[in-house]
């Protein structure tokens, strides 16, 4: 069992409350600081309260069943990434300058999960044991099934160059099949192992104060996030301007590093505590979170900011092609777990791929990128026996045997 460092843990409270309360104080105060303060001083609140919510989230799995339980923990360790991308909506609709904010914000958080989430717990996983792959439970097939209808219709997406109300209603349904067919399994009443010294200072609580100070957390954090999302983002565009940095790659990867940062610890946590299988479990259900209700709800929050829940929020030539890059990278990272396997080979191709891209925004070298995506996954389905039938049976429903390898 993890010993406790009761100093440690209190410590780190303090910190990201401080964190939490600076924003608090100047809100409230009517002091608006200016750059480059405008920027980071809500930014660290959306750090702190990340924290504190993913904290809150894994506590909450003393109560509720374990498959449930990392489906919460995904969701709500993503809350952040939704406040702030659903602030650019917002904003969008009054001023359509920031649509592109919007859109770049949710590809870059989508593709950093990919490309550096997943790949993460594998590499931690390495380090630590020496092990080369990690197996997945015949159960994440649902995940991998959900994540797949959201990913087909992605291109969709791209297709018609918007993101409608229609989208959300199948996107979001998407999201609750995938909750509806989460797998109970035991109670971690006493699962302790895996958390870190925050959530086990609190875990020794008695039940109904832990429950209390659990959802204290939640109203705090969340209350947090409400004030400095909206900050956090125009910050950023202004910082971009004062800079000289584009905007646009400003937003689409400093912002979802700051509101994912505790996602990823959390994964990474359990990849060097040897749960490997929960660690991917979490990093796979943050992308079923982020492909289907974060992108559902921008053309929603858009329409009703604009006055018209039917008016659609538009991309432009880059804007797709960035959608298109992020599916492409989608349906290339789930051909490879489709066999319920993660090696280290696997998680570095998906690594590489998506460090050199950020190298290159240009638009032409990017759709060289997605053609790199497309082509490594239409290889895979024509030489991979065991990857092409895995992902026949994800549509005819057939249990999957690992041990059906070869080409």
Known sequence: MKKKNPALALFLYFLFFAFCSQWVFFYFSGLRPGYPYNALLPGLAVLGASFLISWAAE???LEISQGLAIALLA??????????DMSYAWIAGKNHAYAQYAAANMTGAN???IGLGWSAVVFVYWLRTGKKEILMDESQRTEIRS???????????????NFAWYDAIFLISIYIFYIMNTKNKKCEEEAELEKPGPVLLLAGLPRTLR???NVLLFLFAGFVIALAAEPFARGLVDAGKTLGIEQFLLVQWVAPLASEAPEFIVALILAFSLKPGKALRVVISSKINQWTLLIGMLP????ISSGNIFTPLLMDARQAEEMLLTSAQSIFALIIISNLSFSLKEALVLFILFVTQMFFPNTTIRYYYCAAYLLGSA??????RSNRKAMLNMFTGSRFNKSDGGT
């Open 147 to 161: 994540l797949l209808l959201a990913t087909l219709y992605s291109f969709v997406i791209f297709l018609k160059h």
């Open 75 to 84: 969701l709500i360790t993503v809350l952040p990434e939704y406040a702030v």
């Open 300 to 303: 929603l929050v858009y329409g």
């Open 379 to 384: 290889g895979m389905l024509i030489l991979l």
């Open 59 to 61: 506590l909450a799995e």
């Open 211 to 213: 429950n209390c100070v």
């Open 111 to 113: 593709r950093l999960l």
